[in-house]
Structure formats: C-alpha cells, structure tokens
C-alpha cells in the first residue's frame, strides 16, 4: 500500500505541471478582432472577379480584376473605369454594433480628376435601408482654383444635401499606396479619417459640423458598404480610372497596421 500511494502521488504532482496557468488566454490577440469582413484577395483566382469574402461587385462601365501585388507578395484587386462609370465591392448586411464601425483598406488610385471644373468621386460610401441618405467617408473633389484634387468627407439624399467637405491641407496624391481608415461613430454622428495612421482632424465632420444645409447631419442604420471608384461627372479627364486596393477589414475595433 505504501508504494501505491507513493506512485499515486507522483503521478498527481506530474499531471499538475501540465496544467496550463488560468491567465495564460487572458492575453489580447491581433486575431481577437470582431471582424465585420475581411479581404486580402490573396485566395481569390487571378482574373476578373464578382464576387469575394463576403462581398459582391457593383460596375457600370467599370471592372473588377484580381491581379499579382504590386509589391511582389501576394494578390490586389484593380478595380477599372472609363468615363464617369463605377466599380465597387459591396459589403451587405452589415451589423455593427451601436452603428459604429471601423475600417482599413491599401489605396492607390493612378489619377485623379482634372476636369471638368469640381469633378466629384468617392471611394467609399455608407447606407442604410430605413433612410436614403449616403454617407461618403472616404472621396474627394478637384478643386479648379488650386489645381489639385483634395480629399474630403461627403454625403447625398440626406437633409444636409449634397456636399463634399474637402480640404486643401488634404491632398489627394496619384500614384501613391496609401494606408487609409475611417471611423463611423454614432454616438455625434461622427467620421474621422486616417491616412497612413494619422488622424486628419480637419477632414472630421459631425452633427452640427459638416459641409451642408444648416440641418443635422444624422447616419441611417448602416447595413451596407460600398469600397471603389465613382465619378459623377460625364466626361472627364482623364477619360479612364485605375485604382489597386488591398488588406480590406472592416471592424467593431480600429483595425490598425497603418502606421510607418
């Protein structure tokens, strides 16, 4: 009996060291993001695409085709307009919690409007089923007095109208990845922008901050997501689009991976 209890015991104080520590899941994860959709294209087949990880394609005199990286890894999407077409990818059925979200997506669009004078385009637009209005939190205008394109936050079929809050300290650069994000925030109906990890304050508008009529500016129940191109106004120039996207997620939580 004695060497029974003896062997017992050893085995109980080796069983022990296998135990893993009560905290050692507590730890925060990358991974541990409530992701609302994510898209890295890399698993998509090369060639024109309608469809991905839950989105589907939007296009009007426009394309979506899913080409090798420019950087040398992996794949990118290249999304193609002529005129004043459009190609997006639509996120549906949408369901942040508190109508909050985050989201994080690679840029590059290879030129931007010169003409005509004010040229209109966005890339990326927020709706809602329960009300018309549009919220554009990543777009932009050509300014003809400064000669340049400027990036701005905007919004349509809502009571504030038709705007475009660009700003000139806002450039919009061609021919440049840049690692942009916004945050829809409906706790003051607020959008912020970040450009390479950067917060752009001047480019946030609000309730009572905004580009449009003296109204408030109020966010529908989002359920969609549209990420692309579209320029409103008929013959432009230059008379055709290409903007590359990469790393799309959208997020309860700021995604991050932006900063240099």
Wanted: aromatic share 10%; proline share 7%.
């Amino acid at each position: 009996m004695t060497r029974m209890r003896k062997v017992a015991a050893a085995l109980l104080a080796a069983s022990a060291l296998l135990v893993t520590p009560p905290t050692a899941s507590a730890t925060p994860t990358r991974s541990a993001h409530e992701y609302l959709a994510r898209e890295t294209f890399d698993r998509l087949p090369l060639g024109p695409v309608t469809a991905g990880h839950g989105w589907t394609a939007d296009t009007s005199g426009g394309s979506l085709t899913v080409v090798p990286s420019s950087t040398g890894h992996g794949r990118e999407l290249r999304l193609h307009t002529e005129g004043n077409g459009r190609a997006f990818l639509v996120f549906s059925d949408l369901a942040p919690a508190g109508n909050s979200f985050w989201a994080r997506l690679r840029l590059r669009v290879d030129r931007f409007p010169t003409a005509p004078d004010w040229a209109h385009w966005t890339v990326a637009e927020a709706s809602g089923s329960d009300v018309p209005t549009l919220v554009r939190p990543l777009g932009g205008q050509y300014v003809p007095t400064s000669a340049a394109d400027f990036w701005g936050v905007g919004s349509d079929l809502g009571p504030t109208g038709d705007w475009t809050a660009w700003q000139t300290s806002a450039p919009a650069a061609a021919a440049t990845w840049q690692c942009v994000e916004f945050h829809l925030d409906a706790k003051d109906n607020r959008v912020t922008v970040y450009l390479d990890g950067v917060e752009r304050p001047e480019l946030t508008v609000s309730t009572r901050q905004h580009g449009g009529t003296a109204d408030d500016f109020v966010f529908p129940h989002f359920d969609k997501l549209r990420l692309g191109w579209q320029l409103y106004q008929a013959n432009p120039t230059p008379s055709a689009y290409d903007v590359r996207m990469d790393d799309v997620a959208l997020s309860n939580k700021r995604v991050g991976g932006c900063a240099s």
